[in-house]
């Protein structure tokens, strides 16, 4: 499903969490309705698909910022724990990390002013707070339940993200708020990293006192999920470590300055022949005349040309133009900005190129690797 352009996908662990939040619910639900078991089932799915649907929302709210901010977003997916905006790139202004951050909130800030006006408009101000915690002087009718229970959730969600622990959004505006201060991302990053580490630590004290308490499943989850929050957080610690390493080194300091190009202007019969079969490579850069870079030429679209009859078209009338720009890294960015480029992991390699557009050289996975690993220093001895 696509909405504004950006692709809303699931994984397979989204799926288990649909089937324990339906389990957790239905109990309570057939408890509290005065109703058949099918609508009390009927309204526990439907409001567990309706809470997923507002943590799209959230997750919305990061994607448009981002674009509106010039970072491409493709995907929007959800998973075991949440969900997951993919950036094409980090924030590079604490500004920009600031608006995108704070953007997931506001959007789920959004989502419980809907349902408190809705809840509102059912039962009126004076029952509402009954109408949330589900008080016998009151009906409760299917939608109420469902409203009621969207209003607490989307809360929960919300004071959630907003703790200042890395890598929930909290931890992001704090990382803002200080980088900004300091004028220094990766002291940004170390506060609310370690600010992250200390929130796992509190979660997976919670998640052992409930399983000791009798709630297992709950305890599972929140030690599951502090599991991942520490993690994350010990990746954002380890990648500032590296960045204080590797700064100053830049993509011109690491790229290959002599890459095989194809001219636009080469008829894709003599692109077939002297660059595909000869180099064996299924893919080659484009540059015009003056070698600005248009794009990349694939072999599968130049051999279709070929085989259609049209072997007198040019190279430059088959190129992917369309993602020129995801190809696409100035010469003079920093090798930092390529740790967190979803297009290079992607692609395998991005064009350098400079100012007026011409390609300088080609930077590949392989060599930022090699770049870390001379950052890193030498293996010790005796290591394989």
Do not use: C
């Not at 969600?157 to 929930?168: D, E, G, H, K, R």
């Not at 803002?176 to 940004?188: Q, Y």
């Not at 409930?210 to 297992?216: D, E, I, N, T």
């Not at 692109?271 to 079969?277: G, S, T």
């Amino acid at each position: 499903m696509d909405l504004f352009g950006i692709r809303i996908s699931v994984d397979a662990g989204w799926f288990l969490t649909l089937f324990l939040v339906i389990l957790w619910l239905s109990p309570s639900f057939r408890r509290t309705l005065n109703s058949s078991d099918g609508v009390a089932y009927l309204t526990t799915v439907l409001s567990a698909l309706l809470f997923f649907a507002s943590l799209v929302v959230h997750e919305l709210g990061h994607a448009l910022v981002a674009r509106r901010n010039g970072i491409e977003v493709r995907n929007i997916q959800l998973f075991l724990f949440g969900g997951l905006t993919q950036m094409s790139r980090e924030a590079q202004t604490p500004g920009e990390e600031f608006r995108i951050a704070a953007a997931g909130p506001a959007a789920t800030l959004l989502m419980v002013i809907v349902f408190l006006v809705i809840d509102l408009a059912i039962v009126g101000p004076h029952l509402l707070w009954d109408a949330i915690r589900l008080a016998p002087n009151i009906t409760i009718t299917p939608v109420l339940l469902g409203l009621s229970w969207l209003l607490l959730m989307n809360v929960v969600v919300l004071l959630f993200n907003l703790v200042p622990a890395f890598p929930l959004d909290g931890g992001r505006i704090a990382r803002a708020i200080v980088w900004r201060t300091t004028n220094d991302k990766r002291r940004g990053t170390r506060a609310a990293a370690q600010l992250g580490q200390a929130f796992a630590i509190v979660l997976a004290g919670l998640g052992i006192w409930l399983m000791l308490s009798g709630s297992l499943l709950g305890g599972l989850w929140l030690l599951m999920l502090a599991f991942l929050l520490g993690q994350s957080a010990r990746g954002a610690l380890v990648q500032s470590a590296l960045t204080e390493r590797i700064e100053g080194v830049r993509v011109a300091d690491i790229m290959d300055r002599h890459p095989v190009t194809i001219p636009g202007s080469t008829p894709v019969t003599r692109a077939l022949d002297e660059y595909f079969l000869r180099y064996g490579w299924s893919w080659f850069p484009v540059v015009d005349d003056a070698g600005r870079f248009m794009g990349v030429s694939r072999q599968e679209r130049v051999q279709t040309a070929v085989d259609g009859g049209e072997g007198w078209l040019t190279v430059d009338a088959v190129v992917d133009a369309e993602e020129a720009g995801n190809w696409r890294v100035n010469e003079d960015r920093p090798l930092t900005e390529l740790l967190s480029s979803e297009p290079l992991g992607r692609l395998g390699a991005l064009m350098a190129v400079d100012g007026e557009g011409v390609l300088r050289g080609v930077v590949t996975v392989e060599q930022v690797r090699r770049a870390l690993q001379s950052a890193l220093g030498p293996p010790p001895a005796g290591a394989v």
